[in-house]
């Protein structure tokens, strides 16, 4: 299996809602990673876990929270959301976080839109 | 922090034609450069990487081409379909951070026309 699965494909929240997404991968990757991309952009990363901590936050907003259950899921949770946040948000896995760098699997993404 | 300029933003070629695809870095410390082809609506997939003490790598019809010295490198793709039209990313590893971090240009979108 190298596949990266995202939940839900396509999400539409106002800006009083809580949601989450979810992302999984059976590869027996160590790192996991949130991207997020608006239209013709490139993705823009927000956080790194490695072995399920926390390792890097972009100076995310503080209404996107990031959670690392175990080694293959990895949530995002959305409260009081602003209509600039809609975007494609990717997840991606690696074998490791390395400091040499290598390949990220990225999900399909979750389409979000906040009204 | 790292800069990383793509060029160019869009490139339109006929099939079977070559396309090149150039970046350009700003950190020394940069140790890893993949490219990511991103089809619409589709995720972005690794195509070819190439690590900073290689000066040159192929795959097929793709090739990777690196100049540390001059801080750029170019994707070089041949005898191009139209399966190759997407959106094209470079990417640069931030060396010395311990951690995976990736900084994206800024995109080419290709269009092969049959």
């Known amino acids: 299996d190298t596949e990266v699965t995202q939940t839900p494909k396509h999400l539409v929240m106002g800006m009083t809602n809580k949601k989450s997404l979810k992302c999984e991968q059976h590869?027996?990757?160590?790192?996991m990673y949130w991207y997020k991309q608006k239209a013709k952009k490139p993705p823009e990363l927000m956080f790194v876990?490695?072995?399920?901590?926390?390792?890097i936050n972009e100076s995310v907003p503080s209404r996107f929270s990031p959670e690392c259950p175990n080694s293959s899921l990895l949530n995002l949770h959305l409260h009081a959301l602003q209509p600039e946040d809609s975007a494609l948000y990717l997840c991606?896995?690696?074998?490791?976080?390395?400091?040499?760098?290598?390949?990220?699997?990225f999900g399909e993404g979750s389409r979000l839109t906040v009204l | 922090g790292e800069n990383v300029e793509q060029h160019p933003s869009t490139l339109s070629v006929q099939e079977g034609d070559s396309a090149v695809i150039k970046c350009t870095y700003s950190?020394?410390?940069?140790?890893?450069f993949p490219w990511y082809k991103q089809e619409l609506g589709k995720r972005p997939q690794l195509i070819i990487d190439?690590?900073?003490?290689?000066g040159e790598k192929k795959d097929q019809r793709i090739a990777v081409t690196l100049n540390k010295t001059a801080k750029h490198f170019s994707l070089h793709i041949t005898e191009t379909q139209p399966e190759d039209s997407a959106v094209y990313f470079c990417?640069?590893?931030?060396?010395?951070?311990?951690?995976?971090?990736?900084?994206f240009g800024t995109g080419t979108r290709l269009l092969v026309s049959p």
């Open positions: 991606a896995s690696s074998q490791e976080a390395s400091g040499s760098g290598g390949e990220l699997f």
């Open positions: 590869m027996g990757h160590r790192a």
């Open positions: 876990y490695s072995y399920e901590k926390l390792s």
């Open positions: 950190d020394s410390a940069s140790n890893y």
């Open positions: 190439i690590r900073s003490n290689v």
């Open positions: 990417a640069v590893h931030l060396g010395g951070t311990g951690f995976q971090k990736l900084v």
